[in-house]
């Protein structure tokens, strides 16, 4: 039997009426919207009252109630239900034993309730849920957990629990965590977002041990001070060190954004001294076209970042940079400034030169097609070097160039001619300079062939592809030029196909050079995805070599030949592998092997081996992997064999119950020639609400590749 009701309408005199509009749990409720009542029996008075048993269901927009019996007053829009009584609303399913509940202004109560919350698969009990308007309740002596029912690991008990939508926050007063049955902890006040949005109070704690600090705890305080700015305090005790203040504020604009942190300690008890590090970071926009940055790092002393951090991506930072910038961007042309320096850390027993500042830095980068289907490529710098020590210096390089793009679908050949000018003005000698002119021609060319084949029972598209690329610099004598930022770059695949092989502006090579090179790719002949590439190259030389830098001039025709193999050998398997073999002295020079399997989330082992002749030979295991249904192992092992040292090291467990993740992780690297780092990490995560621990999760990530958490 199925009856609409109209609030302060008169009582209907047909039943049996159609259902227009579905019930959406969730929606918010209208207190103008007519009710459905379906039951197996209905009667009652008309403009007064009804009363329904059997199967009964009331239905308003966004509002459900079940029970076995269910009396409506028309006067009052009063509800009273009880057995099997069950209320859906917004999100939340309440289950009781008896409920009065009124309509027009959404005031109520039920009486010893089971709760859910189906948006995000949590529930609970409570003696009592007092419905308090549209936006508001209360919860009095109530749990709440995210496990299965009747498999409750964990739950937060409260004695009383205030819900307001209207400004997304809970409170709960006198609550316990409970952890299989032990209180792990408690809060005389705690609130909470309701939508699991930003909201300022105490994050969950760190707790650890390291070699460095002893005993680890950090309680964090987060403040959300409006919808685009927020801050965190992170006060920390150290057991060895003292007590450490830090913190860190981020701003969001629609022109401008950024974050600050900061450490400051007091008075190291090792070292005796105060500490501290900055880290500015901020980016904004002015305007359509310009924009701009600023970057700052900096700590008291050189020892830092060994001494009071974990993470290996901090322990090995040398050079600090602190710079800001300027850059417009004119479509076909870019201009760009900025002004650098940097702190550099040092190591007593391996120490390094400091970098040269610029102040400032000035380039200018432009590109534009003629109608004659030339490019016109410009390239220019200013730059003035400083240094405490060294020779200091102001350089200007201008570097136009021309090229003839010639195309097709298979192939391309690319002619470029080009006039690179290098003039120095030293600051002992400004009225004298140093000038370096040299033009440079190049021609670059490729051409594509493919063919249906078929692999491993599998059909592919195969290409060939066959690269040569030529390049011609007169010599010029640069003994005489000091050298600011340039080094000899590494020789890879892709610096073999670049004019110099040198980076920074101080060097260009002389070069009378073929670069040859051959690829092969296997492509899906579906949606066109690279499944394998192989590449093989080698440069050869028909003049020797006269420009050098901090090494000896090649005695060699030829370069080292070049080989790259990486893609997927099965879903499951990935590889990545390089080989750099001298072809003269029939050595290899390089020789780095990466392998990966990974068969699903939660399950990778990877492998890699590197060597460098006269530099490194290591081998690097790292693995997740379930032990159990619930248990997962975790390792990384980086050892170097030349040195029989262990660089970095890690073992680990994860079990993951569903509802809670427990996560004990031991982790050890080098910082120094002759210091390790020792860390110890335990963590308990209850889903959806906390962390409890000193947390391991960036350095599994970085340790382990394609790490995935376990919940």
Not at 172 to 183: Q, S
Not at 284 to 303: A, C, E
Not at 666 to 688: C, K, P, W
Request: charged fraction near 25%.
């Amino acid at each position: 039997m199925l009856l609409s009701l109209c609030p302060q309408a008169a009582y209907p005199q047909e039943l049996g009426l159609k259902l227009e509009e579905e019930i959406q749990t969730g929606r918010e409720a209208d207190e103008n919207a007519p009710l459905f009542v379906d039951a197996d029996r209905i009667r009652g008075r008309q403009e007064r009252e009804i009363e329904a048993s059997g199967n009964v269901r009331l239905r308003r927009t966004g509002e459900a109630v079940f029970a076995d019996y269910l009396r409506y007053d028309f006067t009052t829009q009063e509800v009273v239900a009880r057995g099997n009584l069950r209320f859906e609303r917004q999100g939340v399913v309440v289950t009781g034993v008896g409920l009065r509940y009124n309509l027009a202004d959404s005031t109520g109560e039920i009486e010893e309730v089971d709760y859910f919350l189906t948006e995000i698969g949590a529930h609970g009990e409570a003696d009592r849920l007092i419905a308090q308007g549209k936006n508001r309740a209360r919860i009095e002596n109530a749990t709440y957990t995210n496990c299965e029912v009747g498999e409750e690991d964990w739950y937060i008990s409260a004695r009383r629990i205030d819900l307001d939508r209207t400004r997304d926050v809970g409170v709960a007063r006198n609550a316990t965590v409970r952890f299989k049955g032990v209180p792990i902890l408690y809060s005389p006040y705690l609130d909470f977002s309701l939508s699991g949005g930003r909201k300022s109070g105490f994050l969950p704690p760190s707790i650890g041990q390291t070699a460095q600090t002893g005993f680890d705890f950090t309680q964090p305080y987060y403040i959300n001070i409006a919808p685009n700015y927020d801050a965190t305090i992170e006060p920390r005790y150290m057991a060895r060190r003292g007590v450490q203040l830090g913190g860190e504020f981020r701003y969001l604009k629609p022109s401008l954004d950024g974050d600050v942190q900061a450490q400051y300690l007091e008075n190291d008890r090792v070292r005796e001294e105060t500490r501290y590090a900055v880290n500015l970071r901020h980016n904004q926009r002015f305007g359509q076209n310009t924009t701009g940055y600023v970057r700052y790092l900096g700590v008291s002393d050189d020892f830092y970042f060994t001494d009071l951090s974990n993470q290996i991506s901090a322990t090995s930072l040398t050079n600090l940079p602190r710079e800001a910038g300027l850059s417009y961007d004119g479509s076909w042309w870019n201009l760009s400034g900025r002004v650098q320096d940097f702190q550099t850390l040092q190591d007593p027993l391996s120490p390094i030169v400091p970098p040269y500042a610029r102040l400032p830095q000035i380039t200018l980068v432009a590109t534009r097609p003629t109608e004659l289907g030339l490019d016109v490529k410009v390239e220019g710098e200013l730059v003035d070097f400083d240094h405490p020590t060294l020779v200091t210096a102001r350089r200007d390089i201008l570097y136009p160039a021309l090229s003839l793009p010639l195309r097709t679908s298979f192939f391309y050949v690319t002619p470029k001619v080009g006039y690179h000018y290098t003039r120095y003005t030293f600051d002992t000698q400004p009225e004298s300079a140093t000038t370096r002119e040299l033009p440079i021609f190049s021609v670059d060319s490729a051409i594509t062939f493919e063919r249906e084949a078929s692999f491993f029972g599998a059909d592919f598209v195969q290409t060939l592809e066959p690269r040569l690329y030529y390049v011609y610099i007169p010599f010029e004598d640069q003994d005489d030029l000091p050298v600011f930022d340039t080094s000899q770059a590494d020789f890879n695949l892709a610096s073999i196909f670049t004019e110099n092989q040198f980076t920074g502006g101080d060097r260009i090579n002389d070069a009378d050079q073929l670069t040859a090179a051959i690829s092969t790719r296997l492509l899906n002949p579906r949606n066109g995805d690279e499944r394998l590439r192989f590449t093989l190259a080698q440069r050869y030389y028909f003049a020797p070599q006269l420009v050098t830098l901090n090494a000896p001039p090649r005695e060699s025709d030829r370069s080292d030949v070049l080989l790259q193999a990486d893609g997927y050998l099965t879903d499951r398997w990935r590889f990545v592998s390089f080989v750099q073999y001298g072809a003269v002295d029939d050595q290899l020079q390089r020789n780095n092997h990466a392998l990966q399997y990974a068969p699903e989330p939660g399950k990778v082992v990877n492998f890699a081996y590197r060597f460098t002749r006269e530099r490194q030979e290591q081998v690097d295991v790292s693995a997740q992997w379930p032990l159990t249904s619930k248990l997962t192992g975790l390792v990384r092992w980086n050892q170097s064999i030349r040195d029989d040292k262990l660089l970095e090291g890690l073992v680990g467990l994860e079990y993951n119950a569903g509802c809670w993740t427990t996560r004990l992780v031991a982790h050890r690297f080098v910082t120094s020639e002759i210091d390790y780092s020792e860390s110890f990490f335990i963590q308990l995560e209850l889903n959806g609400v906390s962390r409890l621990g000193l947390n391991p999760l960036d350095t599994l990530r970085r340790n382990i590749e394609g790490y995935t958490k376990g919940n």
